[in-house]
């Protein structure tokens, strides 16, 4: 690939796409940045008792340091849209890169609490960009028939970035005797801990230079020679010319791009829109990021130990691993909409047997006192609900917010409902500590009713986009 963004085809490659080799190698790189998502959003998790200590932090101000992540990938999100369209998808993904490797750096050799935050929203500029440049380039570059199980591959990748992240702050942890004692080169656990992210970003920077711009955006752009090279080798040549007329024709408007493009006839937004948005904070508001956030906490403020709580954390993100592979192999068969109706269901009953658990049990000093059998039924409710969000809100919204807008929004407006899931998440991590000292039982409540509205929500406006072209979208 050169500078200006042309792509040789892979020679040796030419038709991989039948075999799926070649499609599956780009949209595993695109994906990342998913990987690079989910790493920067769990690795505070190992660093922030230490950083807390290291900088004598109060707690206001240790818990914004956690949360200002989620601000700059609001803000990432809200900016990304407008950059893929104007510069392309591939641009967008180094941006990221940078955004990542600079974030490593400079938080792991932060030299006060301020500098640390202004960091931390960097890297969260950098996931918010990448929560929407993956599923976007995916779902362009992807043939109908396999495209929902190459975008469940973003899913996947911030799922393992999540284990990833607490593998690596408990091997740090663990080799230096302490998040806060010194590693190597005169700089604490902690610090190495935000160091290790710089790896994955010069390798999602550098494997950026290796994959092909969008095909739709090139022709967005009028570089049709370079659009049909890059469709043959994903499709074959066989109706290439047909396919970027199709493409031309979603399109076909004279003014670039934009946000007003996000708004119907009327006033308001677009019903797809309104969709992509609803489907954004149902997946948040559910509560699964009480569970990555805050579980550790959660289970020793039931009774279990620092370190059997940290196992559990562990065990919970590996099952959400494994568990999105389920995904990936039903939702190109089942289709969206019923991963999704199963998922919601199968949330609200494990949310609800937290919620009465924890609802139900003696409260000494705050803390819910659970038996023996109570314990071991929440922590089975816990790793099921985790089940049920893994194999179908995780992967399958990341599916239908690169694959439901048409061609001429898709940037935007997967923009749009990516900022809402950050703002979302921001709203759900900043009020469970509050809703766990009013009553565990009634945050597990709150987070199963939107279990239950979330299948409501899926049943009546959510469409199957199941074996669709990405050009028979509408508005």
């Known amino acids: 690939m050169s500078h200006g963004g042309s792509f040789e085809v892979l020679p040796s490659d030419e038709n991989e796409e039948h075999t799926g080799k070649g499609v599956v190698r780009i949209a595993s790189v695109a994906a990342l940045g998913g990987f690079l998502f989910g790493y920067d959003s769990a690795v505070i998790n190992g660093a922030v008792g230490a950083i807390g200590d290291h900088f004598h932090a109060d707690p206001a101000s240790l818990g914004f340091a956690v949360a200002s992540a989620l601000i700059g990938a609001a803000v990432g999100a809200l900016t990304a849209g407008g950059f893929a369209d104007r510069f392309g998808r591939l641009f967008v993904m180094k941006i990221a890169a940078v955004l990542f490797l600079i974030s490593a750096i400079g938080t792991a050799l932060a030299p006060n609490l301020v500098m640390l935050v202004v960091f931390r929203i960097v890297g969260g500029a950098g996931v918010g960009v990448a929560s929407v440049i993956a599923p976007t380039y995916i779902s362009e570059v992807s043939p109908a028939r396999i495209r929902g199980r190459l975008a469940s591959l973003q899913q996947l990748a911030i799922v393992t970035g999540i284990f990833i992240s607490l593998l690596v702050d408990y091997i740090f942890q663990s080799a230096a005797g302490g998040a806060s004692k010194d590693f190597a080169l005169g700089l604490e656990a902690w610090r190495w801990m935000f160091l290790a992210m710089s790896i994955p970003a010069l390798a999602y920077g550098l494997l950026s230079l290796t994959i092909p711009e969008s095909p739709r955006f090139l022709v967005a752009v009028h570089r049709i020679p370079e659009a049909r090279k890059i469709l043959s080798a994903l499709l074959g040549e066989k109706g ?73 954390t562990v065990i919970s993100a590996v099952v959400n691993i494994v568990t999105t592979f389920i ?120 987070y199963s009713l939107c279990a239950l509205l979330s299948g409501i929500f899926v049943w009546k406006w959510v469409e199957e986009t199941k074996g669709k072209e990405l050009e028979d979208m509408h508005t």
């Open 240 to 312: 290439v010319d047909i396919k970027i007329d199709t493409i031309q024709r979603t399109l076909a408007v004279d003014k670039k791009p934009s946000w007003v493009d996000l708004r119907a006839p009327g006033t308001g937004l677009a019903p797809i829109v309104w969709v992509g948005l609803g489907l954004s904070i149902f997946q948040q508001f559910v509560g699964i990021n009480v569970i990555f956030y805050y579980s550790t906490i959660l289970w020793q403020a039931v009774g279990f130990s620092e370190s059997d709580s940290f196992k559990i």
């Open 327 to 446: 995904a990936i192999g039903t939702i190109d068969k089942f289709g969206r909409k019923p991963l999704l109706l199963i998922g919601s269901s199968g949330m609200f009953v494990t949310l609800g047997v937290m919620s009465y658990i924890f609802g139900t049990a003696p409260v000494v000093d705050g803390i819910p006192q659970l038996s023996d059998v109570e314990g071991i039924v929440a922590l089975l409710a816990a790793n099921l609900f985790v089940v049920a969000f893994g194999m179908s809100w995780g992967p399958v919204v990341w599916v239908l917010l690169g694959e439901s807008f048409p061609n001429r929004i898709r940037a935007a407006a997967l923009s749009f409902a990516a900022a809402g899931q950050w703002v979302a998440n921001w709203a759900i991590t900043v009020s469970f500590p509050s809703l766990k000292d009013f009553s565990l039982g009634f945050a597990y409540g709150f």
